[in-house]
């Protein structure tokens, strides 16, 4: 079966890290999101799969190639304007010559969900969560979508729409009737609405589980998430002196050396310098080539590839992007003096995280001298400089020199 | 001077093609055309006039399209010479950007063998070309190519035939990129035309020649299969948009601030990092360049002689193609915004050939220029749409005072003081385009005139030549760039209330000089604007109306100056109500000579 997966957007919510990447290439367990969603999709049977990129598409294309390393046809669409899910679909129909499924890149849907789904002739997947203000939500009846109504403010039930779709190509002719939204794109809803109002059914089918990530933070909820999952593996080396407790997988090449503790689950990249004398804490993700120096405490984490944390540092529930360098003796907050929730400015807007504890996002090729502190909800763009000594906090703009 | 297009893949061609030719309009549009293949016939609709002017055009798709845009070379623009051409059967359909310099006699060839010809133009002979290859039993490629043996001049071409899946193009001396999509493949003189598609390119170089079907390209040289990587174009579909602006040139004049701080971004960073093998053991320098590149240059002789005291020539590109200019070691530095100016692309050539060392500065990253040349340094301005050369001119000459402080003799620390003034530049451009209702207002006053001189002297005579170009290419008022000095030697008789006179007045040695020359102008009575520093306070006692623009160390001037005179055309313009992005006759990139 085909499978359409929407990659095409940079996900301006999750900047600084989009700056360079788009949002399905971020690493939570040290895999693109993209990657996990691939995995669960050929684990349900699916590898005839077609995706629609756009922004950053080369970081895409360059990663994936054809899919042949996950055992799956991969094909692209470039769609260089991001007109909505519709649009994104209607792109990809020259390519569609039979039932497929549809879904977005940034979640991540079990193989179980995804074969449910499937199985069924027409169908949407739904998931149930506490606040469903957000997002679309999906009035079912016997088990079959009713209506889908997009952020209502008083939502009739907490029942959303997970974005994944199971279609037959009947649908297709509903995407030319499919006009612009209130919000200005074409949407797949709208396309499902009108089918449904001719009479076509649709199943709901609810998942087990759905993680999809709005903004950096959630990053950490789907880290988490997944790290949970974790199987133990040392494929790398650990020095005598070294304690390892709890899940915790270490990648080839990688060398753990005497003095360090790590407590599970942890998942340590290929190539990396790991201690002597360091702390790892759970649910930290250190991906490739990466470097964490003698008395670095990290803990709840995603430390991304090629970036060092090499001395004396503290890094909590913080994300730092790849290719990173702290100075000695840099370090993150990550709890308010008054324990207060932490909000961050995000589009120039403030939003709550919804956490206590929550350390800074910093972006790619990020620099920091010696000695310097970054405050809880830190926004740091990639390339920034920071000179020695200085207390950042706020939004900080890419290529900036703190000094 | 033309744009063309071409598509193969899975949307509708006649649809691509127009969208695509859209965005080479700025590369002539005097007529357009378009042709299709469907059901192994040849679809073909041609217009005169711009294509911004059709609606709801449609071909009824076909899979596989070219297209073209023109301005006019041979033959006058009309329904019959603008391209697609076909051959004698309408079998064969062609778009070509160029030159054929041996049309003349291969038409003849063609017509004793009883090829029909239809129109004026050099490019007909290219489809009649291939008819007779491939009544001689060639294959379509095969044929294309060996038409391409027989063409002299430059060219930049894309074929296709009613019952072949494949477009077959070849570049020699024009340009062409290949664009690379999902299925599909796009064939054009420029990037824009594919950006709504696809921002991975692969640049042809001239000799080449690319086999184009839906499933796949192979690029050719001299009958071999060349391998050649595929680039990411970083430009947004936006960056090549107006961006809110009423007009690219306005957009375009904003962009300057930015133009500038790019350009400083990525050639100074603790030092001025320009290769410095690039004057390394040269005696002189000189400058070939056409148009607005020219003052360019006229400034950068100033700059280079005055901050390091190497002798500067600077020619034009078309006058140079036929001297024999006394050279040494001479660094032949040509510029040219597109980096497909037929004329300075020619000159560069001509130095190569006499041995010289070959420098292009350009904004065009793989246009001809760079590859002609032994370096290139790249002005970061971006695409620019406006005809009239604005961000790209001020980058140029950014790019100039880098190279000058680079190979300054100076002592270092009045390098380091002007490459700080160079820094603030970008600050003080913006203050200049804060201004814009007072240059707007006073251009209220003189968009009535049919004449107008510019006068300045020494660094202040280029600024006024490039003045004056910008209000003749988009306003229509004939304007003159002249050495204050010279007035007295003839411009002096057409002076007076008819005639206004923009004075470019810098403090510096020649400041009294050139007052001297304004009251000399005023006692003839000719209206007088002073383009002056904003310290300056006795000039408004000798002129009409001042646009003040903030102090800098005299010699970067240019800058400042030249960014009031760019609006100041802008504003004139409009009010005449020119079409300002597309002034008549003239073309954004000229790839003839």
Known sequence: MQAVILAAGEGTRMRPLTYTKPKVMLPVANKPILEHLIIELKKAGIDNLILVVGYRSETIRGYFSDGSRWGVKIKYIEQRRQLGTADALKSATHLINSDFIMLNGDNIVSAEDIAKIASSKRALGVYSVPKPQDFGVVVVEDGKVKRIIEKPSQPPTNTINAGVYKFDTAVLDYLEKTGVSERGEYEVTDTIQLAISDGIVFEAVELNRWIDVGYPWDLLRANEALLKDVKPEIKGEVEDGAVIKGNVFIDEGSVVMSGSYIIGPVVIGRNCRIGPCCFIRPFTSIGDNCHIGAFVEVKNSIVMSNTNLPHLNYVGDSVIGEGCNFGAGTKVANLRLDEREIKVPVKGKIVSTGRKKFGAVVGDGVKTGINVSINVGAMVGNDVFIAPGKVVGGTVEPGTFLR | ?593
């Open chain 2, 1 to 593: 001077m033309c744009g063309i297009v071409g598509y193969v893949g899975f949307r509708n061609a006649d649809e691509v093609a127009i969208s695509a030719l859209r965005r080479l309009e700025y590369r002539g549009y005097d007529s357009w055309g378009v042709a299709i293949a469907k059901d192994g016939e040849i679809v073909v609709k041609k217009n005169v006039g711009a294509i911004g002017d059709i609606k709801d055009f449609s071909l009824g798709g076909g899979k596989i399209g070219l297209g073209h845009t023109r301005w006019a070379t041979h033959g006058k623009p009309s329904e019959i010479n603008a391209h697609p051409h076909l051959d004698c059967k309408g079998r064969i359909a062609v778009v070509h950007n160029g030159i054929i310099s041996n049309f003349r006699s291969l038409r003849e060839r063609l017509e004793n063998e009883g090829h029909t010809f239809r129109s004026e133009t050099d490019t007909e002979v290219i489809p009649h070309l291939i008819e007779s290859w491939v009544e001689r039993g060639e294959d379509f490629a095969d044929a294309v190519m060996k038409t391409a043996e027989e063409l002299q001049g430059s060219y930049a071409f894309v074929a296709m035939k009613a019952d072949d899946a494949r477009l077959v193009a070849v570049r020699y001396k024009s340009p062409l990129v290949l664009g690379v999509g999902d299925g599909e493949f796009f064939l054009a003189s420029d990037i824009p035309a594919m950006l709504e598609y696809t921002n991975r390119v692969v640049y042809l170089d001239d000799g080449e020649s690319v086999i184009v079907s839906k499933d796949g390209y192979r690029i050719l040289k001299n009958g071999v299969e060349v391998e050649k990587g595929i680039e990411i174009v970083p430009w947004s579909i936006e960056d090549a948009e107006k961006g809110g602006y009423e007009h690219f040139m306005l957009k375009e004049i904003h962009e300057n601030p930015r133009v500038v701080e790019d350009t400083l971004l990525e050639y100074l960073g603790e030092d001025i990092e320009i290769d410095s093998r690039i004057f390394a053991g040269i005696s002189d320098i000189l400058f070939v360049a056409c148009g607005t590149s020219f003052h360019a240059c006229l400034i950068g002789k100033y700059l280079i002689e005055e901050l390091a005291g190497i002798p500067v020539r600077v020619e034009y590109a078309s006058e140079f193609n036929y001297s024999n200019p006394p050279l040494s070691r001479t660094l032949v530095v040509g510029i040219t915004q597109s980096g497909e100016t037929a004329d300075t692309l020619e000159a560069m050539r001509k130095a190569k050939k006499l041995g010289m060392r070959v420098l292009a500065i350009t904004n065009v990253l793989g246009s001809t220029a760079t590859r002609l040349a032994d370096h290139v340094i790249y002005t970061r301005a971006g695409p620019e749409i406006g005809v009239a050369a604005t961000k790209t001119f001020i980058a140029q000459l950014t790019v100039l005072y880098l190279i000058a402080a680079k190979i300054s003799n100076l002592p270092p620390k009045e390098i380091e003081e002007l490459l700080n003034e160079l820094r603030s530049i970008p600050q003080k451009i913006r203050q200049i385009l804060d201004m814009e209702d007072e240059i707007s207002s006073i251009s209220e006053t003189f968009a009535g005139y049919e004449n107008m001189m510019y006068v300045g002297r020494g660094i202040g005579y280029p600024i006024a030549l490039e003045g004056a170009l910008k209000l003749k290419e988009i306003s229509y008022i004939h304007a003159e760039g002249y050495p204050a000095g010279e007035l007295k030697h003839g411009p002096f008789a057409l002076l007076g209330e008819k005639t206004p006179v923009v004075a470019c007045i810098v403090r510096d040695k020649t400041y009294d000089s050139m007052l001297g020359n304004i009251k000399e102008i005023k006692a003839r009575e000719s209206p007088v604007i002073a383009v002056a520093n904003e310290e300056d306070d006795e000039i408004e006692k000798f002129v009409d109306y001042t646009i003040r623009v903030p102090s800098t160390n005299p010699i970067l001037t240019p800058l400042t100056y030249s960014v009031a005179l760019q609006l100041f055309a802008y504003y004139v313009a409009r009010l005449r109500g020119c079409e300002i992005d597309k002034p008549r006759n003239l073309a954004k990139s000229v790839t003839v000579e």
